[in-house]
């Protein structure tokens, strides 16, 4: 019974795993382009770059979410 309870803990936490990679892949643009866009604002550079950075990251997110409902 114990090893039915540490089998069911471990599959839970590879399916919290495998749910939270697809997660992150569908967000892929969306988390590199505003991540980016705002590292490079605050870190001092160029604002104008940043800003750039964080709309193609939303443009981004739009056309890459159409392209995975289409798949």
Not at 5 to 31: D, E, H, N, R
Not at 39 to 58: A, P, Q, T
Request: aromatic share 8%; proline share 1%.
């Amino acid at each position: 019974m114990t090893v039915l309870i540490i089998l069911g803990k471990y599959i839970l936490i590879a399916i919290g795993i495998i749910m939270g990679l697809s997660v992150l892949f569908s967000l892929a643009p969306l988390v590199a382009g505003v991540g980016g866009g705002i590292y490079l604002i605050d870190s001092g550079g160029d604002k104008n770059i940043g800003v750039l950075l964080i709309i193609c990251g939303i443009i981004g997110q739009i056309f890459w979410s159409a392209y995975l409902k289409n798949l």
